[in-house]
T-cell receptor, first 114, second 110 residues
Framework: NAGVTQTPKFRILKIGQSMTLQCTQD?????MYWYRQDPGMGLKLIYY???????DKGEVPNGYNVSRSTTEDFPLRLELAAPSQTSVYFC?????????????FGEGSWLTVV | DAKTTQPPSMDCAEGRAANLPCNHS???????VYWYRQIHSQGPQYIIH???NNETNEMASLIITEDRKSSTLILPHATLRDTAVYYC???????????FGDGTTLTVKP
């Protein structure tokens, strides 16, 4: 089972460049999330989606954009990269089952902005 | 989602039980308590969850107080590989937004 797949795993960006972190899940989950994690810190929610065509801001959305055109994919767009966006990014997904909905995480994408 | 409070760090001797507390005093009736752990910089992994009854699986036990305002994750025989950051979160089954705090860094010592 592939689960949640993120690409790329590592990326170095120059200040002002833009890029898209790709995320896809094969579990037919309605909910998808993007988190960032700075060194030694916890997870911060950037954006989330409860289904195709529906997205909403999390705790730290500034500097990012998302889209959800399909159930499987939830790309995260960084516009005008800044050093403050140097972080590890995790994509995640979960079902909306009423018996509990475990969140499944990808392996992370390490982004450095120089 | 209700907020949770966890101690920033804890130590445990190898082979002993690790008891990790979590306060969630504003939990709602339809919110579950979930525990995840993150080893090094890997993606967090699910451990266990519960609504109001105590739960046990092959990894851990979850004890939820009767008023549901706090819970304890128990790793019965901690090993060095259990050294990780442990996150306690509460979320409803139909909740889209799910936030994590800073978790508890558990260090298991020989």
């Amino acid at each position: 089972n592939a689960g949640v797949t993120q690409t790329p795993k590592f990326r170095i960006l120059k200040i002002g460049q833009s890029m898209t972190l790709q995320c896809t899940q094969d579990m037919n989950h309605n909910y998808m999330y993007w988190y960032r994690q700075d060194p030694g810190m916890g997870l911060k929610l950037i954006y989330y989606s409860v289904g195709a065509g529906i997205t909403d801001k999390g705790e730290v959305p500034n500097g990012y954009n998302v889209s959800r055109s399909t159930t499987e994919d939830f790309p995260l767009r960084l516009e005008l990269a800044a050093p403050s966006q140097t972080s590890v990014y995790f994509c995640a997904s979960s079902s909306d089952s009423f018996s509990g909905n475990t969140i499944y995480f990808g392996e992370g994408s390490w982004l450095t902005v120089v | 989602d209700a907020k949770t409070t966890q101690p920033p760090s804890m130590d445990c001797a190898e082979g002993r039980a690790a008891n990790l507390p979590c306060n969630h005093s504003t939990i709602s009736g339809n919110e579950y308590v979930y525990w995840y752990r993150q080893i090094h910089s890997q993606g967090p992994q699910y451990i266990i969850h519960g609504l109001k009854n105590n739960e046990t699986n092959e990894m851990a036990s979850l004890i939820i107080t009767e008023d549901r305002k706090s819970s304890t994750l128990i790793l019965p025989h901690a090993t060095l590989r259990d050294t990780a950051v442990y996150y306690c979160i509460v979320r409803a089954t139909n909740a889209g937004k799910s936030t994590f705090g800073d978790g508890t860094t558990l260090t298991v010592k020989p």
